[in-house]
């Protein structure tokens, strides 16, 4: 009995470790990271759209004070759908702590596991923990709230597993390629882009390096066939999301999510490893990149000077070739990362497509998470000789790591809050007055900035690029009210969905109709009854139509599109693949 229960003792361990990690954003007070409140919002729409019978939901109505925006089409589903789940399942406070602690036992369980490629229980367990409490994991989770990008922690060590396995090591090339290891890379690369953006991208270029390396270590063709297989069937996969997304950015202002011709913060150029920008309004950005680039420097460090106890040890010598070229692999990781934190590395990013996209070389330390996690496990964890007291104090010196890191991102990394902005968004969601826009999803040339809080469904105005809403002061939102008088009438909505707008007004003059919705190439918009294609464009990047005296009958549509259609059919194939590639594994290796 007990012996049977001892094998739950290492993932027991690691969840206690992860509900120890998450339990600050609980007991911190109120939570606000820099990313929380646009998660927040996107929860709440995508249970708003399951309501109205919509599983797939690509447009989020709440955005740009009601107007909306293709949010759920531009970003990657898993999360926003975990969270919008667990958000029906527990009351919405526990729904961030629970969503942190899911994310954070995750990266332990997938760390564990690729530890126990190369090491005993007790160790990879510790490795598990370790990767938990990196100060990057907890940055994402407590300053960042970034819950795409923590995903990260445990696809990347589960990409090394699966890519770097050789379980028939005197095979031939096609059975070690096809070994069992196949389709859970394949799966691994459509979790990562069903993730997070930058994780993808990240995974796609970590997988390349990857076996590149495998391949010329083990003198062999068998990692490259694997990953090449893998990587057609995952992206196949997720293809649901990503050729929608790939096909209709030029409907987006894309460029603001890579700071190419925005902010001076979000370029590589100024994200370097302590780099500084002479420009005034780059102080704050210039403290917090010192602050981030101690995080770099202080992961990186560990992981080499781990590394480097493990080469002293001939650790890297293992007889068996699989588990030496991991070691290695794993050893070369830290230093790669540090190599792109530096300007040297400045054609790199340049040179290879859409890793600009990552806008911070910081953002590669979800990389390092397990890496460091082992090699730390390793060089500290004693032989199989040692006294209990040295396994023991192993315990004890990892247990003060562990304990460290937590005191140190807890006291360092939360940000100071002026109001509970979770319960802030549940409160006043139900209102329908909505909230901010992200810049990324805005129409081409138009600005969310002025688009005004307080509209009603419709405006009838006979100038149709007139200013809705008047601005107290230049920081503030426009907003709109009845009495100034920039509406020559109104009109409410019969039926307001996230795919449908109906409406029945009148119009007492030739005017313009202003509709409370953002404009996007996948509306259909009628006009009693007749399509009309002659939108007025508008810098807040409202609808505008043209409308004649009498009654006034309009219909806004959303359509699926033809990319949305090659997508679903896409990830059909592909999952029918997966299916009898997994089949075909199976019977080989059984």
Known sequence: MIQGLRQFLGPALILITAAIAAAPVKLHGPFCGDDFQFHAISWLDAQHSWRQGIAYPRWAPSPNYGAGEPRFLFYPPLTWMLGATLGSLLPWAWVPVTLTFLLLAATGLATRALARQLLPEAPAVLAGCIAICSFHALFTAYDRAAFGELTGGFWMPLLLLFALRDR?????????????STVPLAVVVAGAWLSNVPVGVMTSYLLAAVVLAAALLARSWFPILRASIAVILGLATAAIYLVPAVSEQRWVDSLEATGISVEPGLNIENNWLFGRSALPSMKWH???????????????????????????RSRFEDPSPSRRRTWIILACIPVAILFLQLPISLPIWNLLPKLRFLQFPWRWLVVLEAPMGILLAAAIWPGKSAPAWKRAASGFVVGTFLIASLLYATRTFFLECDSDELQQVVTQYPSGAGFWGSAEYAPPGTDNSLVASHLPDA??????KLKLGVVPTPDDTPEWRPE?????????????????????????QAAYLILRLHSYPAWRISVNGSPTTNLIPRKDGLITVPVSAGPVRVTADWITTTDVIVGRWLTALALVSLAAVWFFERRRIS
Request: aromatic residues 8%; contains cysteine.
């Open 168 to 180: 028939t090591p005197a095979a031939s090339v096609w059975r070690r390629t096809l070994d069992g």
């Open 286 to 312: 210039n403290d917090f990149l010192h602050s981030v680039s101690q995080l770099v420097l202080a992961m990186i460090v560990i992981a080499v000077a781990s590394a480097f106890l493990l080469w002293r």
């Open 459 to 464: 405006c009838f105005s006979s100038d149709p």
């Open 484 to 508: 100034q008088g920039s509406c020559i009438a109104t009109a409410s909505a019969e039926l307001r969905t996230p795919d449908h707008l109906r409406m029945l007004t009148a119009s007492t």
